[in-house]
């Protein structure tokens, strides 16, 4: 009962922020933080009233077109639940990262807060008419998010995501309805269409369309490119979220209609897809480590990062698997950080995100505490030992090593360059060998706004759970692997021959 | 063939009662002329014609006429009940929007016209005979002619009348010329006895000549490319509320019949529209416009610059949606565009709501003048924001699920063919849906996103506008979160008539 509620108080919290008017920004970012933060407890209640259970756990079913076999059917396993806390996390810090909102503030924290609740509704969403309704519902706000309160070339990278995720969705929406029809079941319910073999010849066109039409808002390459345009015209708030959580909802889609229904397609085209998420691993570091905006680093870092995402996914198999839920779990977190600390923390500050610009500011000693979370941030973003980014890359590797190892060596090729890049944005913004001040007039702060309470609160936030989740794993896999070996995944197990 | 006049005036007691309301409304105006300012005279003309309607819609529901003439010339049953309520309700949102008329001092005449035009609706609905089809649907026609011109000195309103009647005088000679061919063939006027006189016939050509030229014809009425060059012109010309008339009122009506049509008098002539199966037949050529409408009327509508326009592209581009349920979907076909056609309507009468009332005070309905519109009136563009991505297509919102449904009806297996047969259909359905996206997210841009003029005054509708607006947006978004709320009782009526799957 406590995930549905997770959807009520965000739809909830919704439409009373927008209720509070334009003239009370100060009540429209409490009210929106109250609900997101009662958003985290109740998915936090719910996941731990969960445990890990042996497969599905039914919260709240429903006939909704009983004509059409349509039903309202909320229910969760263990990655759903990983990813319920990942939202309920991005949410909460999200919103402390944008308490400078002023601006018709209520419709931005209305729009965020819708966002959050379609978010939510495709992690508990098991059926496939309400799990495509909440995936459209959580696009729309994306657009106007960063299209009014965006920053560079807002309404391009807010028009060109918007477009990509809908040739996404309809691609899917395409792959939906034949499902639908070839299974002849009369039914949407996800349990059930996993349990059924379709024809093998069916899959093997159907599954690249659904799988691709969910992995272009995951970043998958060649179609990632809305991802870093994307991202840099995004408000904080919107990158994060976006980073965070939207583009796991592409995985998530390609985890639970592409490999759950499809298992044969997923086998059959299943050289491909590695190939494609290891090309973007790699590329996307390459252009990272050569882009002269701040917020470019990370929006394809953000690509390469999701690259090992898709990897696991493509490569299917227990390790792969393991290791893409819980990526995107430790990539939401650090991510999020990573845009936190660029938008709010520096770009709101300094109005530059070019790093010739910031090399001159001495960053470092102005603004400590952005620069201490930042390092630590890097650290984690380069998949180092000790936090979440590590154990998911490495149950990717591993479980890529055993089908694909080609795909597995790139991969690693790839964690080298994140190195790379990472290191250098950190030591040009941060950290430049000689901080000449205010060189060549970027300086337009002599005295920089201190770090506020509500960016420290979402910062130690998210690196604690990164921390967290780094030392202690345990927890997280297990419901992870709980659902895994749950008879949703049933087929695929079958199919790819793990158990 | 003994008529019983007691029996048609109760099967038509709705309409006839929109009549008299009509020529009441005709009577109290003309006593009014001399004595009462203009703004009385229109708030009791469009008192009195609401009022006839809403007692119209009581009358169907309560006393549920019930029962067929001789020849199908007058069908009552619950299903025709059902669409004539619908008819009845957005002719009632017509005249809501018509509260600022000022564009005509002849009020009397102009709800007259339209409650007349409402009532030829409701005979295209209520009838199974070609011959009353004909003669229904030019009743419709005319008082929309009528309609369009109805701004005298607006010389765009001119040219959209003169449009709009020159192009269906043409369509309806070729829908004519085209039944009489079919009737040569079947040797019925009946649909019924159309589809029994046509069962196992060869498609000679005389027969393909008819069925193309009945396409022609009705594919004007619901503007479906290639017959859609009116409807950009009359959109924009005509006063707003007549658009929305246009928009909503008759397509309901025409659709209903194509799908009834489709059903009852094609169904043996259907041939197959199966990708790589072409059979010669009815619901090829559908499928042909239907394709082309989805893709001319979303490609053109990236182009305009005037919400007005833009809306009359889209309803193209709604047409092709409607006529895959045609295609597709068999014995459910009527079900799924109804449903379609219905929820269209009404987003599209309350998106026109909204534009009517930006074109009162802002002067026109570029997209210029919809700039900042959610500073000016966050509510009417709230209300404009949920129905343009209903016409979009995103969930919850009833756009949505009536896509959704349409594009399930065509993937049913019927008869012989496979549930893949019409998947090319459908796809490109769903792949220019992704162009709508484009425009539909392009003009909230201005709404949402742009800043308002800097010497902009707040816009405020009247009452009538409001109630349009409000009613219009909280059905859209309760039918699109549960739309068995309307599914429920359309499918109840399809079942009483036997036409349910």
């Not at chain 1, 970043?219 to 583009?247: D, N, Y």
């Amino acid at each position: 009962m406590f995930f549905l509620l997770t959807i009520v108080v965000s739809l909830a919290g919704a439409l009373g922020v927008y209720l509070v008017g334009s003239r009370r920004p100060e009540g429209a970012r409490r009210l929106a933080l109250a609900a997101a933060v009662a958003g985290l407890v109740f998915a936090v209640a719910g996941a731990v009233q969960l445990g890990a259970p042996k497969g599905l756990v039914t919260q709240v079913r429903m006939p909704w077109v009983p004509s059409l076999g349509i039903e309202f059917h909320l229910a969760a396993d263990g990655v759903s639940s990983v990813l319920v806390l990942l939202a309920g996390i991005a949410s909460v810090s999200g919103i402390l990262f944008s308490w400078n909102v002023e601006r018709r503030a209520n419709e931005f924290f209305a729009l965020y807060l819708l966002l959050i609740a379609g978010v939510y509704g495709v992690f508990l969403s098991f059926d496939l008419f309400q799990f495509f309704a909440f995936y459209e519902l959580a696009i729309v706000p994306k657009y106007f998010l960063i299209a009014i309160w965006g920053s560079t070339r807002r309404e391009y990278g807010a028009m060109k995501l918007a477009l990509y995720s809908f040739i996404g969705s309809a691609m899917v929406l395409v792959g939906v309805l034949a499902i639908y029809a070839v299974s002849g079941l009369h039914t949407f319910d996800l349990t059930r269409l996993a349990g059924t073999s379709l024809p093998i010849g069916f899959q093997v066109w159907a599954f690249p369309l659904v799988f691709v039409g969910f992995a272009i808002l995951a970043g998958l390459w060649p179609f990632h490119t809305w991802a870093p345009t994307g991202h840099v015209a995004a408000p904080t708030a919107a990158s994060m979220l976006l980073a965070g959580v939207v583009m796991k909802l592409g995985a998530y889609g390609a985890l639970r209609v592409g490999l759950m229904v499809m298992p044969a397609g997923a086998k059959y085209w299943g050289a491909t897809m590695a190939a494609l998420a290891a090309t973007g691993i790699v590329y996307a570091a390459l252009v990272a480590l050569v882009q002269q905006d701040f917020k470019f680093v990370i929006g394809y870092s953000s690509v390469s990062h999701m690259g090992f995402v898709l990897l696991g996914l493509a490569v299917a198999n227990r390790a792969g698997l393991a290791g893409a839920v819980l990526q995107m779990f430790s990539h939401g977190v650090i991510a999020g950080l990573l845009f936190g600390v660029v938008g709010r923390m520096v770009y709101d500050r300094t109005h530059t995100r070019e790093l010739s610009m910031l090399e001159g500011l001495g960053l470092a000693r102005r603004l400590p505490f952005a620069a201490g979370v930042f390092t630590l941030a890097s650290v984690a973003s380069m998949g180092l030992p000790g936090f979440s980014g590590f154990v998911a890359e490495l149950q990717v590797l591993g479980g890529a090593w055993q089908r694909f190892p080609v795909a597995a060596l790139a991969a690693g090729v790839g964690v080298v360059l994140s190195v790379a890049f990472t290191l250098r944005v950190l030591q040009r913004s941060f950290l430049p060998d000689a901080p000449t001040v205010a060189a060549a007039g970027g300086g337009s702060m002599e005295h920089p706004e201190p770090i506020t309470i509500p960016e420290k609160l979402g910062a130690v936030m998210l690196l604690g759970t990164s921390l967290a989740v780094g030392l202690y794993p345990r927890v997280l896999l297990e419901w992870i692997d709980s659902g895994l070996a749950g008879p949703l995944f049933g087929g695929l197990r079958r199919v790819m021959g793990w158990s | 063939m003994v008529v019983n006049y007691a029996q048609l005036a109760w099967l038509a007691s709705a309409e006839v009662l929109l009549v008299i309301t009509a020529l009441a409304v005709l009577a109290v105006d003309l006593k009014l002329r001399s004595s009462a300012t203009p703004e009385r005279r229109r708030s009791v003309a469009l008192g009195l014609g609401a009022t006839g309607c809403a007692l119209g819609i009581v009358w169907l529901l309560v006393a549920a006429p019930d029962g067929s003439a001789p020849g199908g010339m007058l069908v009552s049953d619950a299903l025709t009940r059902l669409v004539k309520v619908i008819l009845l309700a957005l002719t009632v949102g017509t005249l809501g929007l018509s509260g600022r008329s000022t564009f005509t001092p002849h009020v009397g005449e102009y709800v007259a016209v339209i409650l007349l035009g409402g009532v030829g609706m409701m005979l295209i609905a209520g009838t199974e005979n070609v011959l009353m089809m004909f003669l229904a649907l030019e009743l419709a026609s005319l008082s929309l002619y009528i309609l369009a011109g109805f701004a005298k000195r607006d010389p765009r309103s001119m040219e959209a009348a003169l449009k709009y009647f020159l192009f269906g005088g043409m369509a309806a000679a070729f829908l004519l010329f085209g039944l009489s061919f079919v009737y040569g063939v079947s040797g019925s006027i009946e649909f019924r006895g159309m589809g029994a006189g046509l069962a196992g016939q060869k498609m000679i050509p005389l027969l393909l000549v008819g069925l193309v030229m009945v396409l022609v014809g009705l594919g004007f009425k619901v503007a479906a490319v290639p017959f859609h060059f009116w409807a950009p012109d009359a959109y924009e010309g005509a006063p707003t509320p007549v658009a929305a008339f246009i928009a909503a009122g008759s397509k309901v009506a025409a659709f209903f019949l194509v799908a009834k049509l489709s059903l009852l008098a094609f169904a043996q002539v259907g041939g197959s529209a199966a990708w790589g199966a072409f059979v010669p037949g009815w619901t090829p050529l559908v499928a042909v416009v239907a394709a082309a409408s989805m893709l001319v009327g979303n490609f053109a509508a990236l182009a305009q610059r005037n919400v007005k326009r833009l809306l009359a592209y889209s309803a193209v581009a709604h047409a092709g949606y409607a006529l895959v349920g045609v295609v597709g979907a068999g014995s459910g076909s009527v079900a799924t565009v109804t449903f379609y056609a219905a929820t269209y309507a009404v987003t599209a009468l309350g998106a026109f709501g909204v534009v009517g009332v930006v074109e009162a005070v802002a002067g026109g309905s570029d997209f210029s003048h919809f700039a900042g519109l959610s500073r000016r009136s966050p509510g009417l563009a709230l209300a404009f924001g949920i129905l343009v991505l209903s016409l979009a297509g995103i969930p919850p919102l009833v756009g949505f699920f009536a896509k959704f449904y349409v594009f399930l009806g065509a993937l049913t297996p019927v008869g012989g063919q496979g549930p893949m047969a019409l998947l090319w259909l459908v796809g490109l359905g769903i792949a220019t849906t992704c162009v709508s996206f484009y425009y539909y997210l392009r003009l909230l841009k201005v709404v949402f996103v742009e800043d308002p003029p800097a010497d902009s005054r707040t816009i405020s509708p009247g009452v009538g506008e409001w109630a349009v607006v409000v009613v219009t947006t909280v059905l859209v978004v309760l039918v699109g979160c549960a739309p068995a709320l309307f599914l429920g009782p359309l499918q109840a009526a399809l079942a009483s008539v036997g036409l349910g799957r």
